[in-house]
T-cell receptor, first 117, second 112 residues
Framework: GAVVSQHPSWVICKSGTSVKIECRSLDFQATTMFWYRQFPKQSLMLMAT?????????EQGVEKDKFLINHASLTLSTLTVTSAHPEDSSFYICSASRLAGLTDTQYFGPGTRLTVL | LAKTTQPISMDSYEGQEVNITCSHN???????ITWYQQFPSQGPRFIIQ???TKVTNEVASLFIPADRKSSTLSLPRVSLSDTAVYYC?????????????FGAGTRLFVKA
């Protein structure tokens, strides 16, 4: 149980285009979903936290107009990288939790490798 | 949020027990300690979570002293496939949700 999927697993796009990454909780309802970014040989950096039906809360330094997050249902959250540039190339990972406001285990997706040419 | 400090890297040999210690001096009363494992180009995988004393599951044990300012992940009889990055996290409950901050992690190299 507690499986999280991401789609696509990798994507290559041209500079200036937008890319959408989906995160789905397959066998549970995710009240809270998180989006992380990870550069090579570095740790995961939390980008934003989203609760179903609410606006996402972005971490300091993360541009909300560039990284659009939608958490429209209890099983799906999407991250759209708008007007992508080569510096946005990274490994994007989502996680999902069943509970909000309480400590619960996060279940991570397999990640999406974004390469912007 | 409680910051965590772990060794950057550790080496071990197959069959040995590995203990990775994490310090979290400003852990709060409602915080839990969670350890994750990450292989290259994969999402982190939950290993174990605890609040105090000792927790054991099929893959690891977690030791937390009474003051909870540190914790030790114990991996019994490691194998080559345990080579990975291990993250110690202090997960905090906050109003409206909680957030998790990953530290640098510990790169474990298991040698034959």
């Amino acid at each position: 149980g507690a499986v999280v999927s991401q789609h696509p697993s990798w994507v290559i796009c041209k500079s200036g285009t937008s890319v959408k990454i989906e995160c789905r909780s397959l066998d549970f309802q995710a009240t809270t979903m998180f989006w992380y970014r990870q550069f090579p040989k570095q740790s995961l950096m939390l980008m934003a936290t989203s609760n179903e039906g609410s606006k996402a809360t972005y971490e300091q330094g993360v541009e909300k107009d560039k990284f659009l997050i939608n958490h429209a249902s209890l099983t799906l959250s999407t991250l759209t990288v708008t007007s992508a540039h080569p510096e946005d190339s990274s490994f994007y990972i989502c996680s999902a939790s069943r509970l909000a406001g309480l400590t619960d285990t996060q279940y991570f997706g397999p990640g999406t490798r974004l390469t912007v040419l | 949020l409680a910051k965590t400090t772990q060794p950057i890297s550790m080496d071990s040999y197959e069959g040995q027990e590995v203990n990775i210690t994490c310090s979290h001096n400003n852990i709060a009363t409602n915080d839990y300690i969670t350890w994750y494992q990450q292989f290259p180009s994969q999402g982190p995988r939950f290993i174990i979570q605890g609040y105090k004393t000792k927790v054991t599951n099929e893959v690891a044990s977690l030791f937390i002293p009474a003051d909870r300012k540190s914790s030790t992940l114990s991996l019994p009889r490691v194998s080559l496939s345990d080579t990975a990055v291990y993250y110690c996290l202090v997960e905090s409950g906050e109003t409206g949700g909680f957030k998790t901050i990953f530290g640098a992690g510990t790169r474990l190299f298991v040698k034959a």
